[in-house]
């Protein structure tokens, strides 16, 4: 799975009891999201069928406030977080296994893991959705046609040695 803003909206609305659209507004709180945030827009986003709005992306990254999200996210979403360590150990496992990361940017979205208090919490989602609302968006259906490019394991030899012969096998004809 591909860290981006829909798959960590995904998981963070799955363990929070407030409705998606709660959830953005009250992390993106500026004049310039406000206004352009309402539930149908926010459906589409969080299901990744829309690319996150670039303007407010813009405005967030133009403006460095990463500290801004962090602060956002502690003060209106982790009250109505239910489980937060399950949250971070999905959202751990989301980018460590997201192999179009670099392991420095891996080591630098990951440096607040485990987190030790709402504070570093705050801090470990807020640059995961800083670093997520600068990335390319692709939907559901391009993620797929992409997987389609990749062999499958099931034609790899995954234990470096070439499959035993057996009465079935059919190989050379000598």
Known sequence: M???FSSVMQIIVKHTNLAQDKIVAGIFTDRV???????????????????????????YLAEYKEADLSCEIEENIIPHIVDINI???EIYRLVENDVDISFAQKDKLLSDYPCKSDFDFA????????????????????????EQHFPDTAELILDGEPPKACKY?????S
């Open 2 to 4: 591909r860290c981006d």
């Open 33 to 59: 999201a406000h206004d352009l945030i309402n539930s149908t827009i926010v459906s589409r986003w969080v299901s990744g069928e829309k690319p996150f709005s670039s303007t407010i992306a813009k405005h």
């Open 87 to 89: 949250i971070q150990d």
């Open 123 to 146: 801090n470990f989602i807020g640059a995961v959705l800083y670093y997520c609302i600068g990335r390319k968006h692709y939907t559901p259906t391009q993620l797929v046609k992409q």
């Open 169 to 173: 096998f059919c190989g050379r004809n």
